[in-house]
């Protein structure tokens, strides 16, 4: 048995959405990713997109209203209701208490958080590998150091908000992509 309710938090460049799209494949649930949800709303030219847009270029996270609203919608889509992995969600204290109270209404409640751990000097390596490969407008240095302040400032808090709620399990993010796959199965069993 693998729990079915998760988050997967982390730095950016932890690997969260390349383990993610594995566990979409292992577990059969949706990956919902707030970063794509946005992505597409900016390339969409949608209100939120246009909200989004300057916030996501300079690194900084989009205020907790406008990410709650799109992540809410989405969790109350139909193949959500067997399982989710939130990925990059929540990314605040603020984001997190929006959530625990909007899952009753879901029927569920949130079972493991996988924090993955990774060295900064490593992150910001494949950050800027990834600028090369994907030519995400927000991978450039200026924008990945803000990135790195705001997980450390505002997102990185939300590991002892898990701890208190007794979900939160702290995985190894160096290594290759199945072996870190393998850490978090482990976690989830
Ligand atoms: P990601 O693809 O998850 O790295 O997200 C890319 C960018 O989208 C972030 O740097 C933020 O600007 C924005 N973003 C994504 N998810 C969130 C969130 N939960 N809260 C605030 N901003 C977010």
Redesign the pocket.
Known sequence: MSATRLILLGP?GAG??TQALRLVEALGIPQI????M??SAVAADTPVGRE?KG??DA??????R??VGV?QERLAEPDARTGFIL??????VG?AEALDEMLPALGCRLERCIVLAVSEAVLIERLLKRAQIEGRT?DNEA?IRT?MV?YREKTAPLIDYYRGEGIAAEVDGLGSVEEVGDRIAAALA
């Open positions: 950016p969260k959405g990713s707030t970063g794509d946005l992505r989004a916030y996501m690194g900084k996270l989009v205020p907790d406008v990410v992540a990925d990059g969600f929540p990314r605040t984001q927000d924008s990135r705001e």
